[in-house]
């Protein structure tokens, strides 16, 4: 590249072209879009929204400050001044190469244009162009904000500079660039998605599945592990420590059963060693086992993330650690001794460390929780707080007695300590049932506040009066062990 990207015009508004806006825009690069709908002000603008809210969980701060849309009402204005164009029309060979032309008279002489063709030759699209060397193939996949992949393929009059600035240019914004060899109808990922797609087709027109079990036979098994490996590294694995020859021999003779209405090319020698070799350069010199404990986290992880959304891999982990664990309900009713149930919960995913334990920052989430539980029992619950007042916390002390691990069902008991007119002061223990050992305990002084004067304030008498007969249902308890504990450390006096 000899200068960097300032402007983007995208000339298509539809799902693909605005896709493509918000992910320029997101990164910090003005935009024009150009697209004869009346709507494509308002679909741009939703889905620069829906991106956005992706973009910031996926990166946060580090998002530069966003770039200026523009709704352009020509496409000569979108392309005047822009230093990149990418188009995407709906998929017609005769109408992008019009357009096409369109453009190329109107841009830049410095400009680049990346087609977001899904398998049109670009020798063909750049056919009408007075500048075709201006012209690549950039084939994205949707999201196109999310996804990082663009396949980048140049046509017979595309110059290797104009490949390498478009190739720069998608980098820049976040994306994979795959280069595509040789020209190829569908590129590379289309062809393997249209054979899938293809196969599946054939499936529901016999009759042997439903297009919902197609998705099911995907996403709950060889799509988690296409999401980090790929096919050819899979098999490799599948292929145990001898690797992907021993996978071709050992499997190779099932390409001549019915199993797919597509025919495969002839497991030559030649084909065999290509493959083989191949994967070797692709494994790295990384030993199966070392490659068999990194396919196990990311599966474990990707199931998490899935979890937490309570979806697909997920929602089935999820049911089953609920089956395992029996559920516990925490309600803050009082036990025999007189303690209040506050948390009652198996550890969930999120919650973990790299040690596999409850991660230090979650003991203080449950033992907030905990609190809210009390206060909810003594009527400072969500309805209080929207009016006006509530309780803070202003000094909190934890101590940590043992770990909790992933599914291990925990217990939080409290006990309220004090109270006055305007401070209270509680106790929680946090108990592993599995261990049958206490592992955390909390102590905490709250003060109750009008939050729009942000000052301390007397709290209701009918609030207090239930505060007070917890103290009093817990007073025949010894004092917890804890209670009142500083960190110091030994022979350090503190005065």
């Given at each position: 590249?000899?200068?960097?990207?300032?402007?983007?015009?995208?000339?298509?508004?539809?799902?693909?072209?605005?896709?493509?806006?918000?992910?320029?825009?997101?990164?910090?690069?003005?935009?024009?879009?150009?697209?004869?709908?009346?709507?494509?002000?308002?679909?741009?603008?939703?889905?620069?929204?829906?991106?956005?809210?992706?973009?910031?969980?996926?990166?946060?701060?580090?998002?530069?400050?966003?770039?200026?849309?523009?709704?352009?009402?020509?496409?000569?204005?979108?392309?005047?001044?822009?230093?990149?164009?990418?188009?995407?029309?709906?998929?017609?060979?005769?109408?992008?190469?019009?357009?096409?032309?369109?453009?190329?008279?109107?841009?830049?002489?410095?400009?680049?244009?990346?087609?977001?063709?899904?398998?049109?030759?670009?020798?063909?699209?750049?056919?009408?162009?007075?500048?075709?060397?201006?012209?690549?193939?950039?084939?994205?996949?949707?999201?196109?904000?999310?996804?990082?992949?663009?396949?980048?393929?140049?046509?017979?009059?595309?110059?290797?500079?104009?490949?390498?600035?478009?190739?720069?240019?998608?980098?820049?914004?976040?994306?994979?660039?795959?280069?595509?060899?040789?020209?190829?109808?569908?590129?590379?990922?289309?062809?393997?998605?249209?054979?899938?797609?293809?196969?599946?087709?054939?499936?529901?027109?016999?009759?042997?599945?439903?297009?919902?079990?197609?998705?099911?036979?995907?996403?709950?098994?060889?799509?988690?592990?296409?999401?980090?490996?790929?096919?050819?590294?899979?098999?490799?694995?599948?292929?145990?420590?001898?690797?992907?020859?021993?996978?071709?021999?050992?499997?190779?003779?099932?390409?001549?059963?019915?199993?797919?209405?597509?025919?495969?090319?002839?497991?030559?020698?030649?084909?065999?060693?290509?493959?083989?070799?191949?994967?070797?350069?692709?494994?790295?010199?990384?030993?199966?086992?070392?490659?068999?404990?990194?396919?196990?986290?990311?599966?474990?992880?990707?199931?998490?993330?899935?979890?937490?959304?309570?979806?697909?891999?997920?929602?089935?982990?999820?049911?089953?650690?609920?089956?395992?664990?029996?559920?516990?309900?925490?309600?803050?009713?009082?036990?025999?001794?007189?303690?209040?149930?506050?948390?009652?919960?198996?550890?969930?995913?999120?919650?973990?460390?790299?040690?596999?334990?409850?991660?230090?920052?979650?003991?203080?989430?449950?033992?907030?929780?905990?609190?809210?539980?009390?206060?909810?029992?003594?009527?400072?619950g969500t309805d209080y707080v929207a009016a006006g007042n509530s309780w803070y916390t202003v000094e909190t002390?934890?101590?940590?007695?043992?770990?909790?691990?992933?599914?291990?069902?925990?217990?939080?008991?409290?006990?309220?300590?004090?109270?006055?007119?305007?401070?209270?002061?509680?106790?929680?223990?946090?108990?592993?049932?599995?261990?049958?050992?206490?592992?955390?305990?909390?102590?905490?002084?709250?003060?109750?506040?009008?939050?729009?004067?942000?000052?301390?304030?007397?709290?209701?008498?009918?609030?207090?009066?239930?505060?007070?007969?917890?103290?009093?249902?817990?007073?025949?308890?010894?004092?917890?062990?804890?209670?009142?504990?500083?960190?110091?450390?030994?022979?350090?006096?503190?005065?």
């Amino acid at each position: 590249m000899t200068q960097p990207v300032r402007k983007a015009a995208i000339v298509g508004g539809g799902v693909i072209g605005a896709g493509w806006a918000a992910r320029f825009l997101l990164n910090g690069i003005d935009v024009a879009v150009f697209d004869p709908d009346p709507e494509t002000g308002r679909k741009t603008a939703e889905v620069v929204g829906n991106a956005r809210r992706a973009m910031i969980r996926l990166h946060g701060q580090a998002l530069p400050a966003e770039g200026v849309l523009t709704i352009a009402s020509t496409l000569a204005e979108a392309v005047a001044d822009a230093d990149f164009i990418q188009e995407s029309l709906p998929e017609r060979e005769d109408l992008k190469q019009r357009v096409l032309a369109q453009i190329d008279a109107a841009m830049p002489d410095h400009a680049v244009i990346g087609s977001s063709t899904s398998g049109l030759l670009p020798s063909r699209l750049q056919s009408a162009m007075t500048r075709p060397d201006r012209l690549v193939v950039g084939h994205p996949f949707n999201p196109v904000y999310l996804l990082p992949l663009v396949e980048v393929c140049g046509g017979e009059q595309t110059s290797q500079q104009t490949i390498d600035t478009a190739a720069a240019i998608y980098e820049r914004i976040g994306m994979k660039v795959l280069k595509v060899r040789k020209e190829i109808d569908g590129f590379i990922a289309d062809r393997l998605l249209e054979a899938v797609w293809r196969e599946g087709l054939w499936l529901i027109n016999d009759g042997i599945a439903t297009a919902s079990e197609l998705d099911d036979a995907i996403r709950f098994g060889a799509g988690m592990r296409w999401a980090f490996m790929g096919t050819f590294l899979t098999y490799r694995l599948a292929g145990g420590e001898a690797g992907m020859r021993h996978f071709l021999t050992q499997f190779g003779p099932a390409l001549k059963l019915p199993w797919t209405k597509l025919e495969a090319p002839e497991l030559t020698d030649k084909l065999i060693e290509a493959v083989a070799s191949q994967s070797d350069e692709q494994a790295g010199g990384i030993d199966l086992r070392t490659y068999e404990r990194l396919r196990d986290n990311c599966l474990v992880d990707l199931t998490h993330a899935l979890e937490r959304n309570d979806f697909a891999s997920g929602a089935v982990a999820k049911a089953h650690r609920a089956h395992l664990g029996g559920q516990i309900r925490a309600d803050g009713s009082a036990g025999a001794d007189g303690r209040l149930l506050t948390i009652a919960t198996p550890v969930q995913p999120e919650w973990i460390d790299y040690n596999d334990h409850l991660t230090e920052h979650y003991y203080l989430k449950l033992f907030g929780d905990a609190t809210d539980v009390v206060l909810e029992r003594i009527g400072a619950g969500t309805d209080y707080v929207a009016a006006g007042n509530s309780w803070y916390t202003v000094e909190t002390h934890i101590r940590h007695l043992g770990q909790a691990r992933l599914g291990e069902p925990v217990e939080v008991r409290t006990r309220v300590l004090a109270v006055d007119g305007k401070r209270l002061h509680l106790f929680h223990e946090m108990t592993s049932l599995a261990q049958a050992a206490t592992i955390a305990t909390a102590e905490h002084m709250l003060v109750h506040v009008d939050t729009a004067a942000e000052r301390s304030v007397p709290a209701p008498r009918a609030m207090l009066d239930k505060a007070e007969a917890l103290v009093a249902g817990q007073a025949h308890l010894p004092a917890p062990d804890g209670q009142g504990r500083q960190i110091k450390m030994p022979g350090q006096d503190r005065t």
